[in-house]
């Protein structure tokens, strides 16, 4: 358990904008900030993160909340674990109570991976830097390749004794269970046997955005040759090649500083350029670049700058990834060093004045870069320089944005010498292609569900009136709960020929009484059980604090009122994202007349119970076994007088 002074610190010392900041690249936008979906694909940004609320909300997933719910929503943090994460962040000390047996036994399977994986790293770490094996065979590579103490230690890196099992061993002597070290890929288990995958390996753990230990790369040191040079830990829960890239977490605030990333390929390359100085640097790690892995240097830059080793080869390989990223509308350049270096040799060579001078001045566009090569490879022939053409269109039409491919058509057409109009209809053609083979797999794809569709009866969901009055009063008592306002109340009462009229009285209340007495007073009780339970919590918190305040009260209250709280919150910032006020289109601020949209949801509230009291006695009145129809067609009519009235007061036609 987290000591509740903790909790209270974290709270009030983290910004939602500036831990969510690690993880999106975020635009002011007025009081807010705004920026793409980390949780779906998307191109236009609808995240919105409120400095003031201190709350976010992504209206492309639902998702919303506070600071935490945010860390346990992308990292898949417990709640202990992101308020663990914000202390460390902030230099809050962290103090927890030990946590009994049956605790620790309800950690999650997943969890149970994190903390193999946390151990593992440990395990490796003080390998390297304790161990006579360590020391003499890991630490010496490390020196060898030019890394620092201090490099060695930042990356956390580390050596996998070269012994059939003295990790796992350790491991299960520590209390950590096998079923877990085999899931992590950490062990591998045969019949009765068990052994390190890593054994004698030098260890680069592979961390998520937010630090925390996914994985695992091993470099052999031997020359044996029936081994992999570099061997990772297999698919697991937590560890997902594709959508994961190296060096992330150190590289995320400078790429967003820099607004630039750098894509190289191996670990010891992104090392090497940290250390030099350039820290916007990150690693597929070995693998085929994914769109995952592309996605997520999206939410922090629009630019790549991908860098090649000087081999001719592997850079004609490389390219591959290079339409992957132009799908994703990002913007590419491309780099490559001399023949026989790579950046891990380069960057080891050269100051850091050197290396960003010539990352500088040698990184091309993509479409320069790809013509230059591709056209030393045609010479004269005149088939090959064609093919060249096709496979630079190819790479052009791969770009959503309209105005950059025809930039791209002209620059191409000035490289290759060939006309516009050629390089457009080549153009036109492709994109014609690629669109009438999405139309067929969609066609495909609705004509596999045809059935579905027709054995389905489900109709389109209908608006439900008090659904929304209950969240329009929940809004209210959010924003202005505590404000005392001037209201004017309809008293029902009879006039001289007996006929039911509302009388107006004045006065002064704070918003939160004037609802909750209304409420009492008409015995409306909330539908909508999420409603319920955060009207309830919210009176009781606003009779009780005379300083209530929405950032405060959300920290306080469980993840999924906290959720429900955002939603209504954040709805009314979803116009922002519109930039209606560039269109012209005003829209009213309800702090102008707060009392007035008080009274008018109290009032469409009663109006909306009155019609389905009225339609409740309609009913019965038709109904065979009614029995008294005068008093219940009396009621209807009392009713209906009273709606007349309310609508009077509503300007609205009944």
């Known amino acids: 358990m987290i000591e509740k002074s903790t909790i209270d610190a974290v709270f009030d010392t983290a910004r939602v904008e500036e831990v969510i900041g690690d993880f999106v690249q975020l635009k002011k936008s007025g009081t807010n900030y705004k920026g793409l979906s980390p949780f779906t694909d998307e191109r236009t940004p609808s995240f919105m993160v409120s400095p003031v609320k201190q709350i976010w909300k992504d209206f492309s997933s639902g998702k919303g909340g506070n600071v935490v719910a ?19 962040k902030y230099n809050i000390e962290y103090q927890e109570t030990e946590q009994s047996e049956e ?80 899931k992590t890929g950490l062990t591998i288990v045969k019949e009765e046997k068990q052994f390190d995958r890593f054994k004698g390996r030098v260890m680069f753990p592979i961390q998520s955005m937010s630090g925390r230990v996914l994985g695992f790369g091993g470099r052999i040191l031997t020359n044996d040759k029936k081994a992999a040079k570099y061997l990772n830990s297999p698919e697991s829960e ?31 390359d992104v090392i090497q350029f940290y250390q030099t100085g350039v820290k916007n640097v990150v690693s597929s790690s070995g693998t085929a670049l994914t769109v995952e892995q ?68 040698n990184a091309q566009d993509f479409i ?50 060939i006309s516009e109009d050629v390089i457009f209809t080549a153009l036109a053609q492709l994109r014609n292609t690629d669109l009438k083979d999405q139309r067929k797999k969609e066609r495909q794809h609705k004509a596999a569900g045809a059935m ?100 405060t009260f959300i920290n306080q209250v469980s993840p999924e009122i906290a959720s429900e709280i955002t939603e209504i919150m954040m709805n009314e910032e979803r116009y922002t994202l519109h930039r209606w006020h560039d269109q012209e289109i005003h829209v009213k601020q309800k702090d102008v007349t707060v009392s007035r949209y008080v009274n008018d949801i109290i009032l469409n509230l009663r109006r909306f119970l009155i019609n389905k009291k009225v339609k409740e006695l309609s009913q019965l009145v038709q109904a065979p076994e009614a029995i008294d129809n005068d008093v219940t067609m009396q009621d209807i009519m009392d009713y209906l007088s009273l709606r007349r009235i309310l609508s009077d007061k509503l300007n609205r036609v009944v």
Request: hydrophobic share 35%.
């Open 238 to 268: 937590i560890y997902h090649k594709s959508k994961v890239l190296y060096g992330i977490y150190f590289a995320k605030q400078e790429i967003a500083k820099e607004d630039n990333c750098y894509l190289v390929e191996g670990y010891t």
């Open 70 to 88: 945010f860390l346990m929503e992308h990292e898949h943090f417990t709640y202990p674990e992101a308020i663990k994460y914000l202390a460390k």
């Open 368 to 417: 320069s870069f790809k013509a230059s090569l591709l056209r030393e490879e045609s010479k004269n022939d005149p088939v090959k320089k064609a093919e060249v053409v096709r496979d630079m269109v190819t790479s052009i039409s791969k770009i959503p944005d309209a105005i950059k491919r025809e930039i791209y058509v002209q620059e191409c057409s000035r490289i290759m010498e």
């Open 452 to 551: 579905e569709v027709v054995k389905s009866d489900s109709k389109a969901p209908k608006v439900d009136p008090q659904y929304i009055l209950e969240k329009k009063i929940i809004e209210i008592l959010l924003l202005y709960g505590q404000f005392e306002e001037e209201f004017e109340d309809l008293i029902l009462k009879e006039n001289d020929e007996g006929e039911l009229e509302l009388e107006p009285e004045r006065y002064t209340a704070k918003v939160f009484q004037k609802i909750y007495l209304d409420l009492q007073e008409d015995e409306v009780e909330f539908t909508n059980e999420a409603f319920q339970n955060v009207y309830s919590i919210l009176i009781e918190e606003l009779n009780q604090n005379p300083d209530f305040k929405i950032e």
């Open 294 to 361: 592309i996605r997520l240097i999206n939410r922090l830059t629009k630019n790549i700058t991908v860098l090649f080793d000087g081999d001719a080869a592997g850079t004609r390989a490389s390219l591959r990834g290079i339409d992957l990223i132009l799908e994703q509308g990002m913007d590419v350049k491309v780099c490559s060093f001399p023949d026989g270096e790579d950046p891990d040799s380069f960057a080891r060579q050269n100051t850091y004045d050197e290396l960003t001078e010539y990352l500088h001045e």
């Open 103 to 182: 605790q620790k036994e309800q950690a999650s399977e997943r969890e149970s991976m994190y903390l193999v994986s946390e151990f593992a790293n440990k395990f490796f770490k003080n390998a390297l830097h304790n161990s006579e094996q360590g020391k003499a065979i890991g630490l010496s590579y490390f020196k060898e390749r030019g890394f620092t103490e201090e490099t060695i230690k930042k990356f956390e890196l580390g050596y996998s004794p070269d012994s059939w099992d003295a990790f796992t061993s350790e491991a299960i002597r520590k209390g950590y269970q096998l079923e877990f070290l085999e």
